[in-house]
């Protein structure tokens, strides 16, 4: 071979050109999903502000409101004179009656005990430590009314009510990675408009908070990949619920056995993070400890939850359990249920099929341990349903849009 032919460089493929329809059908689909996520956004935030009207006022909420007025050193008779003044003044009649014991319809026990606090400060204030194990919501409520102004009672309201939001937003980006972005929009609102979500927003807990950051952490650790920040969040929930504590172990469980990345070593040690996280939140908050959280479920709402010495054993926890049961195959579990099981005929991908094992799994495990049916306990199990059941709809994807996320060059 001779040295000119040595030195002469390689010719490489001339880059083939894209057409100017190419670039216009990119340009189209692009402006098209501009415009869905300008539709989609408005029907969220008209959903949100009707939960923002309509909110469902609880006594968890003012302990709440309570616990953010604690942490600015008021006295005892302050916060319960501050706390029942602004409910009394933000919450229509008949449902402020309810709360302060004077609703004929509930349960004795309930009535006397929300009588008793309404009149009681030092009564009211032995439930603080049952609501002070929230510490990240009771945090935003401070901070809300505190620096920025906003009342205790709409603080309560405002705070689920903007995790619903961002929550939908979440759901339509998760959903429209396998489905067109216009039936994306369309079932991410049938998912959230579903009366689990929909509670979620109106209900003055942080549940709707809770449900935002595990979906986000679920997000990026199985369908990004990006374990760090997801890890991160999901650790992070504890402090919102503490119960998130076992979402975050059948999560790592199932990272580690199915590959995901996890090592054996790092799951044991953000699984003793997990729990060491619910251990030093519920002696900071001076919780009873769990005699006291199954009492108060299970049996009876005390008048003095501080002065009580329950009694909870075999025969109520399976008279509970019967009960937990009985009450889920009357609630919308077997629905959502049977969405992830026409997922998983459909062969899901696998980050979809991780979401659907873990929040089964984790609601299965929820349940025996604490069989109470609420739905607000659960909202991971029923977003995960209705976007493992969106994303099988592979009939509807619009392969233009999946083809590239990058404009042509």
Known sequence: MSQLSLNRPLSRAAPEPISRSAAGGWVASQRARLWVGLAFGACLALASLRAYEYPEYSTDGFLYMANALAMSGASIPVIHDTVYRDAKAGIPAPGFNHLVGDDPSEPRSERESFRERAVNPYHFAEFLPCFAIRPIFNELIYVLHFKLGVGLLQ??????????????????????????????????LLLLLSPPLWDLARATSPDA????????GMYLSFEKRKLVPGMILLLASVFIRTDNALLVLVVLAFMYTAGFGIKLVDGIVLSAVAVASVVLINHFAGDYGWRVLYYRAFVGVPIAVGEITPRFGVRDYFAALRAGLSGALHEQYIPFFLMGVVSLLRRPPRAILALVA???????????????????????????????????LQGIREAPLRRSSSPPL
């Open 155 to 188: 603080a309560t309201v405002l705070i689920p009510v903007v995790s619903y939001w961002l929550m939908g937003w979440v759901v339509w980006v998760w959903i429209s990675r396998y489905t067109a972005v216009h039936w994306a929009a369309f079932l991410s």
């Open 209 to 216: 908070l809770s449900l935002l950051v595990v979906l986000l």
């Open 358 to 392: 873990v929040t089964t799994f984790y609601a299965m495990a929820r349940l025996i341990i604490f069989p109470d049916p609420e739905t607000r306990y659960f909202g991971p199990f029923f977003v995960a349903m209705g976007v493992a059941l969106a994303s099988s």
